[in-house]
């Protein structure tokens, strides 16, 4: 195999590119200014050393504990528990959250292995112990893992006295009723929300 | 709905053309291994993405093609066309209507319904309780999405609890049973529902078409019969618990429902003959349309391939006759066969089909 030939079927591996796509990127790699592709080497090479986990609520950081985490701004009775760290910036980018986060690592799925022992309750347990935390907002994603996950917190912190609750899920803001499919119509109908004055 | 015309490209033995289709009855004549069935098989993967015969996509494309192409124009109730496109290359299957791409086949399912007479429904009768299950759910799947989402959802939450006991997750059994009991609680009322519904088209159409008196009906034995609201089918799984730790899996839930066909008291699976059990499972298709055109109010389209061979002329015409409320039907005949009768020339299109290809007549 030339070297052509590994650089797209190393391309070729990351998630959403296809054997056509990777060669194009391969292409266009060999025909680009040999500095940038330095510098995307580099910042592959490095990526892993630079960034790790947060030690305390598991999202990916530089310097330990994590910005968030430090952020003296941020409301500290509030958490939102999410499945992967790529969640924690979803969520902040949305403006509308101002408390803290943890981030679980995966959500429930004993058919690939994960049980409750692979992901980070334990670490959730001790940090609800030792804050100062009044509600907590689940945001684990409306998949089957997801809801098994919710339902898995609800029972784990029983008694702890905490507000819980969980995203809402139905129509798209600014969408039309009419290009809505049928399933997430049906859905919304089901779990409607009071409007009464 | 109608299909205006339906084009293939490298699709099993059918030469690459566009055939019209752009009339109540499209008639295909031809001998065994002529291309017939394909046709309609051609038709089915655009409404629904995969065959109703049991194979794979890879299986369907020309012999020694790795790819292949359906287009269909289709003309909605409103009069306007719909594009259909159906591509599999590098063994990916890409869908579009009207060139937007469909990703989740949830999408497609609803758009064109489509409703196929195949020769293996007779399984319906003969075979095993899941194929009568199948029968029942996708009667129901047809005009409701949330049955079917909450099948698809039970589905998911058993391989997991199965996998949970395998791995010894015990402490997440309770949370698998919750859920669960909801699940399958709507589906097994959905289900007592739709027997009931079916039985009072079912008995008194067979009694007519086979001139009988049989009290011809399913018997449905859920489960979780004795079960009357999810916490009691929490109650059940965890006193079966023992038994599917024994077991390695879940013993009981919707997945084990029986819908058995009895003939007053005796199992017709066993007792009927060949005859009996076509006629039954042309029946059992003729409810499923009315029930669809009942509950989602739209009149599907018909597949119709070579089940009316084991049945003498007066049945065939008895069963012709009831056959109604659709809004397109294509049919597949041997050349010998008498078929004329319903389809006159002003209402059907017919072509002769040979070594793949399509000629009017």
Known sequence: MNALETLIKLLARLPGLGPKSASRLAYHLINSDSHYNELLAEAIGTIQEVIFPCSVCGSFTESDPCPICLDEGRDRSLMCVVEQPQDVLTIAASGSYNGLFHVLGGALSPLEGIGPDKLNFEGLLKRIDEGSFKEMIIATNPTEEGDTTALYLRHLLKGKNIAMSRLASGLPIGGDLEYADRLTLARSIRGRVDFSD | ?361
Not at chain 2, 169 to 179: G, P, R, S, T, V
């Open chain 2, 1 to 361: 709905m109608k299909f205006r015309s339906l084009g293939f490209h490298n699709f099993r033995n059918l030469e690459d053309s566009l055939i019209p289709t752009e009339a109540k009855h499209v008639v295909l004549v031809g001998s065994n291994g002529q291309g017939k069935t394909n046709f309609l098989e051609a038709l089915y993967l655009l409404c629904y993405g995969s065959s109703f015969r049991a194979v794979t996509l890879n299986d369907v494309c020309r012999h020694g093609e790795k790819n292949f192409s359906l287009t269909a124009v289709v003309e909605d109730e409103d009069g306007s066309n719909q594009n259909l496109f159906l591509r599999y290359s590098d063994a990916k299957r890409e869908i579009r209507i009207d060139g937007k791409e469909i990703k989740d086949r949830r999408d497609l399912i609803y758009n064109i319904p489509c409703i196929v007479f195949s020769h293996d429904d007779i399984e319906f009768i003969r075979g095993t309780p899941e194929s009568r299950r199948r029968f029942f759910d996708q009667t129901l799947s047809l005009y409701d999405p949330l049955y079917f989402d909450d099948l698809r959802r039970y589905r998911a939450l058993l391989k997991q609890r199965n996998a949970a006991i395998k791995e010894d997750y015990i402490a997440l059994l309770d949370l698998y049973n919750a859920q669960l009991a909801e699940v399958g609680y709507a589906i097994q009322t959905r289900r007592r529902e739709a027997v009931e519904e079916f039985n009072a088209i079912f008995t008194p159409l067979y009694n007519k078409i086979s001139r009988g008196e049989s009290g011809m009906k399913i018997v449905y034995k859920a489960s979780w019969d004795e079960c009357h609201s999810p916490s009691e089918i929490v109650t059940k799984l965890e006193n079966s618990l023992a038994r599917d730790m024994r077991q390695q899996t879940t013993t009981c839930g919707v997945h084990r429902d029986q819908f058995t066909l009895m003939d007053g008291r005796v199992n017709f699976s066993v007792s009927g003959s060949t005859g009996q059990m076509r006629l039954a499972s042309l029946i059992f298709r003729i409810v499923q349309i009315e029930t669809y055109r009942q509950k989602g109010k739209k009149s599907p389209i018909l597949l119709v391939d070579d089940v009316l061979l084991e049945m003498d002329t007066e049945r065939r015409g008895e069963f012709l006759k009831e056959l109604s409320g659709y809004s397109q039907a294509f049919f597949t005949f041997l050349p010998e066969e008498q078929y004329f009768a319903k389809f006159d020339n002003s209402s059907a299109l017919i072509y002769s089909v040979e070594e793949g290809r399509f000629v009017g007549q």
